[in-house]
């Protein structure tokens, strides 16, 4: 379960933890209105009510679980793309080894033909 909300909580540095600064920055965009030159007009009271409050409105777990929600599929579509690489290596691996033994088999073979033949002489 996920702790309390509080603003004096510092943002975590595990890459998978979503950063709640974000995720106030995130709802406070979509509560601004903006008029000319980027001023602000009207600041909704969102901001207060998240530092104040002992829980956390519903817009914020709202942005929180869509952010997780991204960072998850971002994973899943690594980790599919790390699988199939994963199995072209094998499958070149096994490619290599099996070169590796032809060559081994040759090497012997010249050899073999190399001592047959000084030993004709």
């Not at 790390?82 to 099996?98: C, G, M």
């Amino acid at each position: 379960m996920l702790a309390p909300f509080s603003c004096k909580n510092p943002p975590s540095k595990n890459k998978f933890a979503v950063n709640k600064a974000s995720a106030v920055t995130d709802v406070r965009k979509s509560r601004v209105q903006v008029k000319n030159k980027g001023v602000q007009t009207e600041i909704g009271s969102l901001d207060h009510e998240m530092c104040t409050s002992e829980e956390p409105p519903l817009e914020y777990w709202k942005v929180l679980a869509e952010q997780r929600r991204q960072a998850l599929a971002e994973t899943l579509q690594e980790n599919e793309e790390l699988h199939s690489e994963n199995e072209t290596l094998r499958k070149k691996i096994a490619e290599l080894e099996r070169r590796l033994e032809n060559k081994d088999y040759f090497a012997m073979m010249y050899q073999i033909a190399c001592n047959d033949s000084t030993q004709d002489q």
